[in-house]
Nanobody, 122 residues
């Protein structure tokens, strides 16, 4: 059973940067692909990025491609999301999640964190 905690969210101005972290406490973190999702008020949870268990494969939503970078450190049981050139439309609660593969569908993820809020002011 994986327990995950996100951190690093906050308030940033348009064009700014943030780095989110997701620390997992289970023993099988390196066996899982990890994903980042986000949910804005009144909207469905949407895919942001995912990374394979070893880190060799990454996939991004078109809306964040070129601005966000997902990475992981299996020795630290942590996955990161570096967010640059942030826009007001990136404002949302961001969640990390674990799955057997690097899926885009949030329904295929087994373990979820509680989320961290990112607010981008214009």
């Amino acid at each position: 059973q994986e327990h995950m905690v996100e951190s690093g969210g906050g308030l940033v101005q348009d064009g700014g940067s943030l780095r989110l972290s997701c620390a997992a406490s289970g023993r099988t973190f390196s066996n899982y692909a990890m994903g980042w999702f986000r949910q804005a008020p009144g909207k469905e949870r949407e895919f942001v990025a995912t990374i394979s268990w070893g880190g060799a494969h990454t996939f991004y939503a078109d809306s964040v491609k070129g601005r966000f970078t997902i990475s992981r450190d299996n020795a630290k049981n942590t996955v990161y999301l570096q967010m640059n050139s942030l826009k007001p439309e990136d404002t949302a609660a961001y969640y990390c999640a674990g799955a057997p593969g690097p899926y885009i569908d949030p329904g295929r993820y087994n373990y979820w964190g509680q989320g961290t809020q990112v607010t981008v002011s214009s």
